[in-house]
């Protein structure tokens, strides 16, 4: 196996000045392998400018809808690729604060309209010439999250692990309110609606990608049937866990 030796799993490789954004590296597959640094980020659309200083951000897939984008200006040398990710919000729009079910419930929603866009996430991920990579939204919580869970399941990352960063984006919020606070989304929030826009448990993740693997057999097989290719994931899988093409086979994991 190519690469360096898999240790102990790091702590989050969060970005400074850049909103709720993380290196999702040291995610674990089924065999134990561990998701290369610098290679892979998730956050919000703000965190774009400061993760082009810090890590020479090459590529972003940003999920957000133009008028999202309308305050956002990437630096000439990022190349963004637009995938608006749209889903109705109104089951989030309760009478008191949304519940894990509410989510659960906005995320099936943009979950299979997200399969070509997670496909196209993992070819990327194949290509180390265009990474890093962000993928951002709004927030970089909920779009964010089905994406990348959907490509990083389809690579072998085990559930436990999605889940964890999923309720990872409330910690962060929590220990800086004021950056959520400076973003378009939140300006018009009270304490209790930021809290409940940024806090969601990692079992709503989990829960949904287990619901989808029974419907569709596997996150690969739903991917595959959206366009994904078993040689790009193969070359994906060797680029950021360090896995030979040639000898690669995907395991599925709980």
Same mark, same amino acid.
């Given at each position: ?7 102990? %799993?790091?702590?989050? *490789? ?12 040291? @995610? !674990? ?9 610098? @290679?892979?980020? &998730?956050?919000?659309?703000?965190? =774009? ?32 690729? #637009? ?9 989030? !729009? ?6 894990? #079910? ?9 979950? @299979? ?10 070819? =990327? ?19 964010? #999250? ?10 072998? =990352? ?15 919020? &929590? ?5 959520? &606070? ?6 018009? @929030? ?28 596997? =996150?690969?097989?739903?991917?595959? %049937? ?8 193969? *070359?994906? &899988? ?14 599925? #994991?709980?």
């Amino acid at each position: 196996m190519d690469g360096p030796p898999q240790h102990r %799993a790091p702590g989050p *490789r969060v970005v400074p000045g850049a909103p709720n954004t993380r290196d999702l590296a040291g @995610l !674990r597959d089924s065999t134990g392998l561990r998701l290369r640094p610098g @290679l892979l980020y &998730r956050g919000a659309g703000a965190a =774009i400018g400061p993760l082009a200083d810090h890590a020479a951000l090459r590529v972003v897939l940003d999920l957000r809808d133009r008028h999202e984008r309308a305050e956002t200006r990437p630096p000439r040398e990022v190349t963004v690729l #637009s995938r608006p990710l749209v889903a109705d919000r109104s089951v989030l !729009r309760t009478a008191g604060t949304p519940q894990p #079910s509410h989510y659960l419930a906005y995320y099936h929603r943009p979950a @299979l309209p997200a399969a070509p866009t997670a496909a196209e996430l993992v070819g =990327i991920l194949a290509q180390p010439e265009r990474l890093p990579l962000l993928v951002c939204c709004s927030a970089g919580k909920d779009r964010t #999250s089905v994406v990348c869970a959907l490509a990083l399941r389809a690579l072998g =990352i085990r559930l436990a692990d999605l889940a964890r960063d999923h309720a990872l984006t409330g910690r962060l919020y &929590r220990r800086d309110p004021a950056t959520a &606070r400076q973003q378009p989304w939140a300006r018009d @929030l009270g304490p209790r609606e930021l809290a409940a826009r940024t806090t969601t448990p990692g079992h709503t993740l989990r829960t949904l990608l287990s619901d989808l693997e029974r419907e569709h057999g596997s =996150i690969e097989r739903l991917l595959t %049937a959206h366009g994904l290719r078993p040689d790009t994931l193969r *070359r994906a &899988r060797h680029v950021v866990l360090g896995v030979r093409p040639m000898t690669a086979h995907h395991q599925e #994991s709980t």
